[in-house]
């Protein structure tokens, strides 16, 4: 720990020097520049998302930092729904995500969310076949009850009768993980068991999300010397990118020589069809290795990681709002007790989509608190935005996701309250929203492919925990987001439960 703080400290350092030698460079606003950067190292000058969302709302949701001298390329901030459309809709073929952003995620490895033009197209074409194939789905219904009856439930009758005090949000990525790994590979991780013992897998997970961060903040050429001499947070993310790549390969080859055995049952065979025939996770014999790898490394990655950081947030909201949590209680027991005539455990999509109330509930969880706070483009030529910026050759484009949710002109002045209602309309019906103003999944061509099974994922453990326990929040310090690629919860979601039935 002391090690870790110390390297937290030299960096900032590092972050301060240079920006005191090129404050009159960087250009308005200043107050973000300087203090949002240092926040990171230096947690109690404030929270680096939120100084970002007040310069934002300071400047009409977009401003422009000029190139330092580190670097030469200026920097466009924006949350502006229409400057957002342009980028990532209207001229979307101006603006790929570019080779540097593939060195700043290059843990990923080759897959989808770091690809770009043809190679883009390719993964895209595959991964949504994947996605959308109804096996796939099936599977997937399957999966989720499995981990909740076998896995979550035992842990959490567990605490519940021993009185433990534990972090919600470890559970989650630990609930995900097990998931994800099932569904890219047929491998159960095992990694949420009573103790939540040490997971190597999953803290490789969390270094690589931190440290993709600190790569967004400093210099490319402060961390890419760090990266060359082994030291500080790219030690950190070489040694995470191994394990990622090892228990993904390790995963890969179990179920190779699964597929290559006897099949047991038609169920396994249904399953082992699904892969070979759709060339996803694990066709195969004439993809490379490394593809499989890195397809599998990304799907465990993101799977993990996105789901459990929105239900961790829905679950610290709604304790904060127990009016809310018992209306979404009252409309589980009421819909699904008239349908099924008892509670069950429901993962059907046209079961839980009946749910309007708990739908809308987490999608408002996702304007405050995107998974994903922030995605980043590179222009490609000269163009203007909507707001009438310029934009010149190789400007990078930072769209702030985190911001939106938090600005008046576009949610109107409530816009910091949990208010669920805001997607209902008078009949309780889903009121569809642009895509630009909520952008929790991205919006045009680069759209989540898996928002679908996301959102499923999570309305399947909200609508399976809620009825049977309750939660109360055993720490009283204020929650806020981690300054990390993944907006986690600083300090976890510490809490005791209790069993309602």
């Known amino acids: 720990m002391a090690l870790a703080s110390i390297e937290k400290v030299a960096t900032g350092l590092i972050c301060f020097i240079l920006l005191i030698f090129s404050l009159k460079r960087i250009g308005h606003p200043r107050d973000w520049a300087l ?17 970002l969302a007040k310069s934002l709302a300071k400047n009409d949701k977009t401003f422009v930092l000029k190139g330092s001298f580190l670097s030469k390329q200026d920097v466009i901030f924006t949350c502006d729904p229409a400057n957002m459309h342009h980028v990532m809709s209207t001229n979307f ?32 074409k595959v991964t949504n076949a994947y996605f959308h194939d109804q096996r796939f789905n099936g599977f997937s219904q399957k999966v989720n009850k ?13 605490a519940a009768e021993e009185a433990l005090v534990f972090d919600l949000q470890d559970v989650f990525q630990r609930l995900m993980l097990d998931s994800s790994s099932i569904l890219t590979t047929g491998q159960n991780h095992r990694s949420l068991r009573v103790g939540l013992p040490y997971d190597e897998t999953l803290e490789a ?4 999300n931190y440290q993709i961060f600190v790569r967004h903040i400093l210099p490319a050429k402060i961390w890419k010397f760090q990266k060359w ?24 080859n179990r179920r190779k020589k699964e ?19 759709d060339h996803v996770v694990l066709k195969s014999v004439d993809a490379s290795d490394n593809l499989l790898r890195d397809t599998v490394k990304g799907i465990l990655l993101a799977g993990t990681d996105t789901t459990a950081t929105v239900l961790s947030w829905f679950f610290w909201l709604i304790l904060k709002n127990p009016r809310v949590e018992q209306k979404i209680r009252e409309e589980i027991e009421l819909y699904l007790k008239q349908k099924n005539g008892e509670h069950g455990l429901y993962t059907n999509p046209e079961e839980l989509n009946e749910l309007m109330y708990l739908h809308a509930a987490i999608y408002e969880t996702m304007r405050l608190y995107p998974a994903a706070p922030f995605t980043s483009r590179k222009s490609i030529q000269a163009d203007v935005f909507p707001t ?11 769209m702030a996701y985190y911001a939106v949710g938090r600005m008046k002109s576009i949610w109107g002045e409530d816009c910091l309250e949990f208010k669920p209602e805001r997607w209902l309309s008078d009949k309780g019906k889903l009121i569809p929203v642009q895509t630009n103003k909520f952008l929790a999944f991205g919006t045009g061509p680069r759209i989540c492919p898996g928002k679908e ?41 510490i809490v005791r439960v209790n069993k309602i039935i």
């Open 388 to 398: 009438g910026h310029q934009v010149n050759p190789n400007t990078t484009i930072v």
């Open 205 to 208: 997970i969390n270094i690589a």
């Open 146 to 158: 499995e981990v909740i009856e076998k896995e979550l439930f035992p842990f959490l009758d567990h």
């Open 259 to 277: 597929i290559s055995s006897t099949i047991s049952s038609q169920e396994d065979m249904d399953v082992v069809k699904f892969s070979e025939e």
């Open 35 to 51: 203090v949002g950067i240092l926040s990171v190292w230096f947690p109690s000058l404030g929270h680096i998302y939120e100084k």
């Open 453 to 493: 099974l996301g959102l499923n994922r999570v309305k399947a453990v909200a609508a399976a925990i809620i009825p049977k326990y309750s939660f109360k929040i055993m720490r009283n310090k204020p929650v806020m987001p981690a300054a990390c690629a993944t907006l986690y919860l600083k300090d976890g979601l």
């Open 229 to 252: 001499l082994g030291i500080m947070g790219e030690k950190k993310i070489k040694k995470a990118w191994r394990i990622l790549d090892d228990i993904s390969v390790e995963y890969m």
């Open 93 to 124: 073929s101006n603006y790929p995500k570019g080779p540097e952003n593939r060195n700043v995620f290059d843990v990923y490895g080759e897959m989808l969310f770091t690809a770009d033009h043809e190679k883009w197209k390719s993964h895209r």
